[in-house]
């Protein structure tokens, strides 16, 4: 992945991170900090599961984020999935957090036409590149024969 892809990757990232505490009335240090009361963990382990299962960050990198050990963000996952079986409340959290992030996925899909076409078009233009070059030996092999030089 080239720097400025993994900078609008990163920069895309903290805009979710950022339009996710908005919308929970929420800071990104309360996510961060050790406190365990129930709303702060129960938001802190839903961030930690979309960037993990939704983002496809790696715990690690999910870890660096939240300002967790990689292993706390292994349980945050894991209860998260456990509670979605059960919980109504969870079940509401993901459903708004589905809504944010399904924003992102929109535009990420957006953009992922646009380079699909950009890709085509590359291959296109490889294509008439070659046909040129060809073009140019040819005449520039009829020239030199004309000229009389072998």
Sequence with gaps: ???????????????FVDDFCEQ?????TSLQS????????????MLSY??????????EEVGKIMKKDHSTIVFHVKS??????????FKILYNN??????????NLKNDLDVLQDLVLDNERLK?????VETNMEMLNEKLYNEAGVV
């Design 1 to 15: 992945m080239t720097r400025r892809r993994r900078t609008q990757l990163n920069s895309t990232i903290n805009e």
């Design 24 to 28: 929970h009335n929420i800071t990104i």
């Design 34 to 45: 050790k406190t365990k009361r129930r709303d702060v963990a129960d938001k802190r382990k």
């Design 50 to 59: 979309f960037l993990r299962n939704k983002v496809g960050l790696t715990f």
């Design 80 to 89: 998260v999935e456990d509670f979605l079986l059960y919980d109504k409340y």
């Design 97 to 106: 957090v589905d809504k944010i992030y399904q924003k992102y996925t929109d």
């Design 127 to 131: 294509r008439k590149l070659k046909r």
